[in-house]
């Protein structure tokens, strides 16, 4: 169990005190965070450390998670990929039977909360059950909107634009909404046991498990089995480089309830992977969080080559490890990444061969982008930031004495 104190030792006093101080004038008011799956993928990350730390701050919060059978994943899947620029068909039906799962959970739900925070399309037209009873609603968008396809988010906004307020991870996502639109990025949390510090004899009993020689070097990429995190992409980055440099390819990750696609991509991956025996695709199950740990402290060099991304935990969790980054230079992960001083940004499967090859190469340079990038890390992208400034969001919503916040 983490106790809020335990942040002084990382962020300093000041950091904890400010926010002890923040979460006093919510005394009485309740935080209702809804999303739509419990484990897997970011928003999960973030809301099972969250929560419980802002309810260590005495911030009475609850979390909800809305149910849906498999059509409705696959059409929220299928939203979640054409919001990302991925072509997708669809017909009055799904966007109809959409509605009718938000209708049914709206009925399921309570919306007990002073501040109602919906995560993410998948719930967002819950918010037809905002009622006249002073409760702030605050949608966050947690994914790429660069450039989403044109039917699906002028269906998303008939409903976002009937929130009170919105939040977005980075600047480049903001759309032209009748709403406020705030910049909040995500967070890691360095106590958890995904980023926490592990001993050695942790990390070797792991490495063994999963057949990693320590001697020789390891090249990583953990996450969900999804073609916008580009797996296959990375195996022919890793065939490029191996004719070069020695090294084993670690492909990681397990799904998410609310991703369907999940299977067939690990299918096509172990299809490409073709029983190279220096190519591990591990699936993990939920709750592998020491794993995922020790699969990044392991590794000579992490990769993210997504395509699209909301804002890439698992750059900031490589780097918080003092990582060598290499990762797509799409959504969030920019804001993390200084090209050449807080990893390196890449744009193609050539470019990012060439980086990979460079950093195995060159252990220094690798080292120094590692160190700074966990100072970027520490300085803009922990959870008590994060927290902070939910808090002064629901302050500036909830507080009428703030009501210019809103405007
Ligand atoms: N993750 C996990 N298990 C997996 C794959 C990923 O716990 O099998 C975690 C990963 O460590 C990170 C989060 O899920 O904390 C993924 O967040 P990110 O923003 O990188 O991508 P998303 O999945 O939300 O697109």
């Not at 006249?132 to 450039?147: L, V």
């Not at 063994?208 to 020689?213: C, S």
């Not at 296959?232 to 065939?239: A, C, F, H, N, T």
Request: hydrophobic share 40%.
């Amino acid at each position: 169990m983490v106790n809020i104190d335990d942040y002084r030792k990382i962020t300093g006093d000041e950091t904890v005190d400010g926010l002890l101080i923040i979460a006093g004038k919510l005394e009485g008011r309740m935080i209702q965070h809804i999303n739509s799956t419990a484990v897997g993928g970011g928003v999960a990350e973030i809301l099972t450390r969250m929560v419980p730390l802002l309810k260590q701050l005495n911030v009475n919060t609850r979390w909800d998670v809305i149910k849906g059978d498999e059509k409705f994943f696959a059409i929220t899947k299928a939203f979640h990929n054409a919001l990302h620029g991925v072509r997708e068909e669809f017909r009055k039906d799904d966007f109809e039977y959409f509605l009718e799962v938000n209708r049914t959970n709206a009925e399921e739900i309570s919306f007990d909360g002073d501040m109602v925070f919906v995560h993410d399309p998948q719930p967002v037209a819950l918010i037809e059950k905002k009622i006249s009873s002073g409760s702030r609603w605050a949608w966050r968008c947690h994914i790429d909107f660069t450039n989403p396809q044109e039917d699906v988010i002028r269906f998303l906004e008939n409903y976002i634009n009937m929130y009170d307020s919105s939040v977005f991870s980075a600047p480049a996502f903001a759309r032209k909404l009748s709403i406020p639109q705030i910049l909040i990025s995500p967070s890691i949390d360095p106590l958890s046991d995904k980023n926490k510090e592990l001993s050695d004899e942790i990390i070797s009993n792991i490495a063994e498990k999963f057949g990693l020689d320590r001697s020789r070097p390891i090249v990583s990429q953990i996450s969900r089995f999804d073609y916008l995190k580009d797996p296959l992409g990375v195996i022919e980055v890793y065939r490029k480089v191996k004719k070069y440099n020695d090294c084993q390819l670690v492909l990681a990750g397990g799904g998410a309830t609310d991703d369907p696609e999940g299977m067939k991509v690990l299918n096509e991956v172990y299809a490409s992977a073709n029983g190279d025996p220096d190519i591990h695709v591990i699936f993990l199950p939920p709750s592998s969080d020491i794993e995922i740990n020790v699969l990044q402290r392991i590794s000579n060099v992490v990769l993210q080559k997504s395509l699209k991304e909301g804002f890439g935990l698992t750059v900031a969790e490589a780097l918080w490890k003092e990582k060598p980054v290499i990762a797509g230079a799409v959504g969030g992960i920019p804001l993390q990444i200084k090209h050449q001083y807080s990893g390196i940004l890449s744009y193609t499967i050539d470019g990012t061969a060439f980086y990979l090859k460079q950093l195995l190469n060159e252990p220094v340079f690798a080292k120094e982008l590692g160190i700074n990038g966990k100072n970027h890390i520490k300085n803009n992208f922990l959870i008590t930031r994060h927290i902070r400034d939910y808090l002064l969001l629901f302050l500036s919503l909830l507080d009428k004495d703030m009501k210019f916040l809103n405007e």
